[in-house]
């Protein structure tokens, strides 16, 4: 086995050929800290937007590593760019040849006063513009490169000036009529439209196809052969007509009360002839006329005597008329019952023919069904009511009592209208001495009715139907009759309306002032104190009882202090327009030298006025109250019918018990 003799390194590099081409040194180690290169310098980008692709691109590292892969903590040389290659110049543009034309000539420009431009808060920014990049692999920095736009008002052209002489004349204003006509013309128009309500409730109406219509029937003289129609038209051939009926024969001639072997005479069988328009009508048979003598003989004979004065007249006189009728039957439609209007409006008038009782129908209906907001009326919180609204909820103050009743009364065919202006109602005080006259102001609302005979009537539906305590803040519901039956004249002690021709008075004058209404006919002083509860149901008119001021003087012993009242009308009849035979009457007085200090004297009457005189040494002292009673009960017995006498001997041996009719206060 051969071996290879050892040689040097000396002869190795002489075998490699190395020795003159490169020589290999030992490098020191060098103990510094490594530093990151300075990068290459960065070639400027254009502007366009770098194109990003979901693909994977291998010219770029992995998160935030630098490219390349470290070597003992050195980073790898950059690239080296090749020097030794030229660029080729691109080749040289053709020489220019000389012009000698000359230049065309530029348009003339616009004046700046033809062309004036707007002030714009639009930017109207142009495609080319405003276009901005983001490099890729950068932090978002951007870089734009704009251009304006061309201006877009070149083609723009400027409104003729504003000459306001050539302007077009301005159509002729309506005057006052042709504003007053145009208004009355939609109001008409209005009125001819109807609310209508629908119902969930629809009807299925079946329509039933109409039969065809027959062919027209062929001439007879064109039928020539029998035919199957010609045989069905044979079989519906009417029956042939029946001849007129024979005369109706009497009872009496078919044997009646007559003997068995008598027969009635044979009837002539022609029969009549037929008369015509021409013959007039047929004659009348006078042997059938009744005996008008022998009917009067079996009437009764009316009376010769006049009928009583009550009874005459009180169909005229509403304080006496007897309104029973109306009034229970207004009690039958209860509010939670009622439809609509319309239908209570058909139903309280319809059993009665005279206008005076559909109007109490009416007004009987508002007592029964409507009551006294008083909630809303001490809380100042009252709102404005309409007749559906009322009748809905069944609330009101004096302006829903009015208008529902004139809506009932105007749908039942009724002329009635709400009159508006003050009223001395619930609050009012009459003015203290020295207190100057107030300006004329509306508190209240009523109606005014047209009832028999054309007489227009004031009644105050909401004072009818009860009275407001403001101290408790209670309603009192109670029919207060007078405020339908009292008069005109009346009525306006009570009620000033705004409208001076709405007062309707019987005495003469068409209308009182302002400050006579508020002071009244007693002035400062106030009235008497009458309970109108037990005077309305005694027939008791409140303005005539006397003394008719509440303080009665008593400072002068021996004076004679009249007392006084009467009825309302003077054929007032306590039975028939009342509760029955009327009361006794009777006043309580303080007087010391009497027993207890009670004194009880009674009043004399002739049936229509009751009086009384007694001296003041009787009545009291200072500051005590007397008051007007009725005798009500005599040992638990009614006291109606009890005579003057009779109860003066009562009194003091036999339990009375009083009702209140009227009180004044000793000064």
């Given at each position: 086995m051969a071996t290879d003799t050892p040689q040097s390194i000396q002869a190795r590099i002489l075998q490699l050929g190395l020795n003159d081409k490169a020589s290999i040194t030992a490098t020191p180690y060098d103990n510094r800290p490594l530093s990151r290169p300075s990068p290459a310098p960065r070639r400027q980008t254009a502007n366009l937007p770098t194109t990003l692709s979901n693909g994977?691109?291998?010219?770029?590292?992995?998160?935030?590593?630098?490219?390349?892969?470290?070597?003992?903590?050195?980073?790898?040389?950059?690239a080296i760019t090749r020097t030794g290659q030229k660029k080729i110049p691109p080749p040289a543009l053709p020489p220019r040849k000389q012009s000698?034309?000359?230049?065309?000539?530029?348009?003339?420009?616009?004046?700046?006063?033809?062309?004036?431009?707007?002030?714009?808060?639009?930017?109207?920014?142009?495609?080319?513009?405003?276009?901005?990049?983001?490099?890729?692999?950068?932090?978002?920095?951007?870089?734009?490169?704009?251009?304006?736009?061309p201006s877009m008002d070149a083609g723009r052209k400027l409104a003729p000036v504003f000459d306001q002489a050539t302007l077009?004349?301005?159509?002729?204003?309506?005057?006052?009529?042709?504003?007053?006509?145009?208004?009355?013309?939609?109001?008409?128009?209005?009125?001819?439209?109807?609310?209508?309500?629908?119902?969930?409730?629809?009807?299925?109406?079946?329509?039933?196809?109409?039969?065809?219509?027959?062919?027209?029937?062929?001439?007879?003289r064109l039928q020539q052969t029998p035919s199957r129609r010609d045989s069905v038209e044979a079989v519906r051939k009417l029956p042939p007509e029946e001849p007129p009926p024979m005369p109706i024969r009497s009872a009496l001639s078919f044997g009646m009360n007559k003997r068995d072997s008598e027969h009635p005479k044979e009837v002539n069988e022609s029969l009549p002839k037929a008369r015509t328009a021409t013959d007039g009508p047929p004659p009348v048979p006078l042997s059938s006329k009744p005996d008008l003598s022998a009917l009067l003989a079996t009437k009764p004979k009316p009376s010769l005597q006049p009928l009583p004065p009550s009874q005459a007249i009180s169909s005229a006189c509403l304080c006496c008329r007897d309104f029973s009728a109306p009034d229970s039957h207004a009690a039958k439609f209860p509010r939670e019952s009622v439809p609509s209007l319309d239908w209570l409006a058909t139903q309280l008038v319809s059993p009665f023919t005279s206008v005076t009782d559909q109007a109490r129908a009416i007004f009987t209906w508002l007592h029964h069904n409507i009551a006294y907001d008083i909630v809303a009326f001490c809380n100042n919180a009252v709102k404005p009511?309409?007749?559906?609204?009322?009748?809905?909820?069944?609330?009101?103050?004096?302006?829903?009592?009015?208008?529902?009743?004139?809506?009932?009364?105007?749908?039942?065919?009724?002329?009635?209208?709400?009159?508006?202006?003050?009223?001395?109602?619930?609050?009012?005080?009459?003015?203290?001495?020295?207190?100057?006259?107030?300006?004329?102001?509306?508190?209240h609302a009523w109606n005014a009715v047209k009832i028999d005979e054309g007489e227009w009537k004031l009644i105050d539906s909401c004072w009818g139907a009860g009275s407001v305590c403001l101290r408790d803040r209670v309603y009192n519901k109670r029919l207060a009759s007078r405020h339908f039956t009292m008069g005109n004249n009346e009525f306006g002690l009570r009620h000033f309306p705004t409208n001076k021709s709405l007062f309707y008075r019987t005495d003469g004058r068409a209308q009182i002032s302002w400050e006579e209404y508020i002071v009244g006919p007693l002035g400062t002083a106030r009235p008497v104190r009458v309970y109108e509860g037990v005077a309305e149901e005694e027939g008791i008119a409140e303005t005539k009882v006397l003394p008719s001021t509440y303080h009665i003087p008593v400072s002068n012993l021996n004076a004679i202090i009249h007392f006084q009242f009467e009825t309302v009308c003077g054929h007032w009849d306590p039975v028939s327009s009342g509760s029955g035979k009327p009361y006794v009457y009777i006043l309580a007085t303080h007087n010391k030298d009497a027993r207890r200090g009670k004194e009880f004297i009674v009043f004399d009457t002739d049936g229509r006025t009751w009086w009384l005189d007694v001296e003041a040494r009787r009545l009291g002292e200072k500051g005590q109250t007397i008051s007007l009673f009725t005798v009500e009960t005599v040992d638990g017995k009614s006291g109606r019918g009890i005579g003057v006498e009779e109860c003066k001997s009562m009194i003091g041996r036999k339990a009375m018990h009083f009702g209140g009719l009227a009180a004044w206060e000793l000064v």
């Open positions: 994977h691109d291998d010219s770029h590292g992995i998160g935030n590593e630098p490219n390349g892969i470290m070597h003992n903590g050195t980073l790898p040389p950059p000698f034309q000359p230049s065309p000539a530029l348009p003339p420009r616009r004046p700046s006063d033809v062309l004036q431009r707007r002030d714009s808060t639009e930017s109207i920014s142009s495609t080319i513009s405003a276009i901005s990049m983001v490099s890729n692999g950068t932090n978002g920095t951007t870089r734009t490169n704009g251009s304006r736009a077009p004349p301005l159509p002729p204003k309506r005057t006052p009529e042709q504003v007053e006509k145009r208004y009355h013309d939609i109001e008409r128009s209005k009125m001819g439209l109807k609310a209508t309500k629908s119902t969930p409730r629809v009807t299925t109406v079946e329509i039933k196809p109409t039969p065809p219509t027959l062919p027209s029937r062929p001439s007879q009511s309409t007749p559906a609204n009322t009748l809905a909820t069944g609330l009101a103050v004096c302006e829903g009592y009015a208008g529902l009743f004139t809506a009932i009364a105007s749908k039942a065919g009724l002329e009635s209208f709400v009159v508006s202006g003050h009223g001395k109602g619930a609050g009012f005080s009459p003015l203290q001495s020295g207190q100057p006259i107030p300006a004329e102001y509306s508190t």
